[in-house]
């Protein structure tokens, strides 16, 4: 078993968060709802008057009139868009409502956008074991269930298309069947044409793009049913115009009506668990109660825990668990993802990650194999300083609310500055309480120029800090802030910054001046050090 590194208190100061804006595709297909952890929101309708949300406000915009919106963030603020897939569509309210989001909600909302951004459905694994209830179809059409018993048999989502594009739309009909585009509109989305899409769905799953997603919403629908939704509730939540047209394709494939299915379901002992998603869609009705201001319900539970089947990814992924614990299987090795920590899951390995109890991961974002060279997992901690500024980041890196500079990569450098901040802590360390709060203190500001000056001034009184220096490190401070800064630029270097990047965030103001003291301390300018490092490990 592998811990993370036990360095939270070395975590630097997070970036300022800048501003943001909603620029959504398709804005009118899906409704929006957006909740601000901090800061302020703008939601501006072209023909009404401007809402201005603070810290704990949120405002439902349903689908009909969110194109005409333009939402923006000021800088310092926190925002989470929620698209909800599950019982807001159906059952929203149909106008643009401003509500108050209770702080016990604040953690679900979170571990929502999560579960919109993450779904365990897509790339080609479900989100938990799904109560088997439906016998799995084969390759013809299967035989009705005895009607007296419906039995525990399972039901098989529709295989995944392996293809780029067609899988994005299988995971996006996954999340939200009841999405009603045409093939043309679909495939505009993923920058393919029709005829492409219908090809890969064909090739690669054995049905066609309208079997599959038929496959997709009855599989859907037995969920719900399962969770004690009435027939019309289903058809609207999983993209049926009718309740005629969900009970005919419900019975077509399965023998049952949707009605005789829930009937003779509740009567058999032991039913009831509900699905991850069913489960949601309850609490997203007590969401629509509490945006409403009646009856507003007690917080609902987080997700039980859960992990995933055995999978590989074609990218990187980065990971990090905001809340509780988690962990990273590769083989017969062990990963623990711990509060604050995050994780460059590498691509094309497979693995087995989950959550344990309370516990909630968010995405910062992905790497190609090309930007980054991986091929074990490596893990950084955040200390909860960091919450907000990670939060904003994958708020930008999974949604249409960003930035207008948005770079996908800037995840790459500040992880990788973390990591050489966490990693100077090779250099040794004074065990005297002021001279090893002195030390933290210098490598947190590392990146500020003067700033490790002006730490050891407010905290150096008299002259048993630098004494506690040379004795317990056998350097003098400003020796040991030069070795640090050393120690943090180096591995920088390693990981493919230029030397003038690599200069900044050392907290040298100047490229020359950083080459002068990086050439004194290792012999060798950062450029040949990096091109001494690509050799070897090329």
């Not at 956008?113 to 790339?123: A, E, Y």
């Not at 059409?141 to 293809?163: S, T, Y």
């Not at 047209?245 to 019975?251: E, I, M, N, S």
Request: aromatic share 8%; proline share 10%.
């Amino acid at each position: 078993m592998t811990s993370p590194p036990s360095s939270a208190a070395v975590s630097r100061r997070p970036p300022p968060i800048p501003g943001a804006r909603w620029s959504p595709a398709d804005a009118h297909v899906r409704p929006l709802l957006l909740w601000v952890r901090t800061g302020t929101a703008h939601v501006r309708p072209d023909d009404g008057p401007a809402l201005r949300l603070g810290a704990g406000e949120g405002v439902w915009i349903p689908a009909d009139g969110r194109a005409g919106r333009t939402i923006t963030t000021e800088p310092g603020t926190v925002a989470f868009p929620l698209c909800p897939h599950v019982g807001f569509g159906a059952r929203g309210l149909p106008e643009v409502t401003r509500f108050d989001v209770p702080r016990g909600w604040q953690d679900w909302l979170i571990q929502l956008f999560n579960l919109q951004v993450t779904p365990f459905s897509g790339r080609g694994y479900s989100p938990e074991a799904i109560t088997e209830l439906l016998r799995r179809p084969g390759s013809r059409p299967p035989a009705p269930p005895a009607l007296g018993d419906p039995g525990p048999e399972g039901f098989a989502p529709p295989p995944m298309p392996r293809a780029r594009g067609a899988r994005a739309v299988a995971e996006e009909l996954t999340r939200d069947p009841g999405l009603d585009l045409t093939v043309e509109r679909w495939a505009a989305r993923v920058l393919s044409s029709a005829r492409t899409l219908r090809r890969d769905f064909l090739a690669d799953t054995g049905l066609t793009f309208e079997q599959w997603r038929l496959h997709c919403r009855l599989g859907v629908a037995v969920e719900f049913l399962a969770a004690g939704y009435d027939v019309d509730q289903v058809a609207a939540l999983v993209g049926f115009a009718s309740r005629n047209g969900l009970t005919r394709a419900f019975k077509g494939r399965f023998g049952l009506t949707p009605h005789e299915f829930g009937r003779k379901l509740h009567a058999r002992p032991g039913a009831g668990g509900l699905t991850r998603r069913a489960a949601a869609a309850r609490q997203a009705d007590d969401l629509i109660r509490m945006m409403r201001e009646t009856d507003t319900p007690v917080p609902p539970e987080m997700l039980p825990p859960a992990s995933t089947p055995s999978h590989t990814n074609d990218i990187h992924v980065l990971s990090w668990m905001y809340r509780g614990s988690g962990y990273l299987d590769i083989g017969d090795r062990r990963y623990e993802r711990e509060r604050g920590v995050a994780t460059w899951i590498p691509a094309e390995t497979e693995h087995v990650t989950g959550l344990r109890e309370n516990s909630v991961s968010l995405p910062l974002g992905n790497a190609s194999t090309a930007d980054l060279h991986l091929t074990a997992p490596l893990q950084v901690r955040f200390s909860p300083a960091w919450d907000d500024y990670l939060m904003f980041r994958s708020i930008s890196a999974r949604s249409a609310l960003r930035p207008d500079d948005h770079d996908p990569r800037q995840i790459l450098g500040l992880f990788a500055e973390q990591v050489a901040a966490q990693r100077a802590l090779s250099v040794p360390m004074p065990t005297d309480p002021r001279a090893r709060a002195v030390a933290m203190e210098c490598l947190r500001r590392i990146g500020e120029p003067g700033a490790a000056r002006d730490a050891e001034a407010d905290a150096t009184p008299d002259a048993d800090i630098h004494r506690a220096f040379r004795d317990e490190t056998g350097m003098t401070l400003g020796r040991w802030r030069y070795a640090a800064r050393m120690r943090v630029a180096r591995d920088l270097l390693a990981g493919g910054a230029p030397p003038s990047t690599v200069a900044r965030r050392t907290g040298y103001a100047h490229l020359p001046t950083f080459s002068a003291a990086f050439s004194r301390f290792h012999g060798l300018s950062p450029r040949e050090y990096q091109e001494r490092e690509a050799a070897e490990s090329g």
